[in-house]
């Protein structure tokens, strides 16, 4: 079983809003008037989730993401280039991935699916962040492998990927299943990959893509295996 991390287990919502909370104190940003602390959130949600969907269709480097990304929240929220503060995306990086929120039954999917199945990661994130946000959360105990874009050189939805991951598990395509919450990355890349698939789809958002099954809540993963 491979599961994505951020969004499907790792609460990247909630544990990124309260990083940047502690990132807006840190740097005295309230002085800025001109923005207030809920269009900080906002903004950045907006020019990360740009900034990783280019990252996962290879247009951008990881370098580039991590300096990038605050030099474009401040600036379209009015900071003048020279205003921004320096170390800004290092604190970001220091405090967002010790952050130990959990999406809902994670801890009672894990536990119910370990006697039974090899659990595994496969993120489009990196070796030490995601190392970090799953030993925070506490659930790093239950995965084999941590497939990664750093250690497999591939991103979803890229089928090599996938295949590095069953090479390194020793999986077979067909007793594999992926699960994750994004359309664009792992499930297309779990079909590129002709791998059985559930969609996480808490929001209920409506597409129209043919999936192998669809959940909005991780417990109903009890109905599926
Ligand atoms: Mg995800």
Redesign the pocket.
Known sequence: MFF?????LWD?DVNTSEAILEVYAYFDMAKWSFFTFEQFVTVFHEVNNFLWDRFNHGKLDRLTLRNERFKMILTRLGVQAHEIPVGIGEKYLELAPIKAKVIPYTLEILEYLKPNYNIHIISNGFDDVQASKLLASKIHHYFDKIVTSDSSKFRKPQKEIFEHAMTLTGASLADAIMI???LD??ISGAQNARMDHIFFNPKKLVHHLKVTYEINSLQQIMNIL
């Not at 994505?4 to 499907?8: G, I, S």
């Open positions: 994505d991390l951020d969004h499907t990247y994750g919450d994004n990355t792992d």
